[in-house]
């Protein structure tokens, strides 16, 4: 079966930077977009930062300016560099995949187990 595995989180002190990647395996004919969102403790899970197939951003407005994404097509894989940390963007960090798995079969989302990101001194 598809499976998104995340890494790269921890705890960052504030004004520090990590890096995330999550890499897709599985019976996977293509994929269209790639994405993280997160979840904070009593909050809904928000969009992060997703990117298409032809490398087309989007960031939530609370991460613009300290948040980059690529993705590394050949591998399936997707990375989330993030600057300027702040304590609020404490959170469980997931993977998302809008992928299928052959031609004919329609897209599905998919996500990661989720890793902890804690941004505190």
């Known amino acids: 079966q598809v499976q998104l595995v995340e890494s790269g989180g921890g705890l960052v002190q504030p004004g520090g930077s990590l890096r995330l990647s999550c890499a897709a395996s599985?019976?996977?004919?293509?994929?269209?977009?790639m994405g993280w969102y997160r979840q904070a403790p009593g909050k809904q899970r928000e969009l992060v930062a997703s990117i298409s197939s032809g490398g087309d951003t989007v960031f939530a407005d609370s991460v613009k300016g300290r948040c980059t994404s690529s993705r590394d097509i050949a591998n399936d894989t997707v990375y989330l560099k993030m600057d300027s940390l702040k304590p609020e963007d404490t959170a469980i960090y997931y993977c998302?995949?809008?992928?299928?798995?052959?031609?004919?079969?329609?897209?599905?989302?998919?996500w990661g187990q989720g890793t902890q990101v804690t941004v505190s001194s």
């Open positions: 998302n995949a809008r992928l299928r798995s052959t031609p004919s079969s329609w897209f599905k989302d998919y």
């Open positions: 599985g019976p996977i004919f293509s994929i269209s977009t």
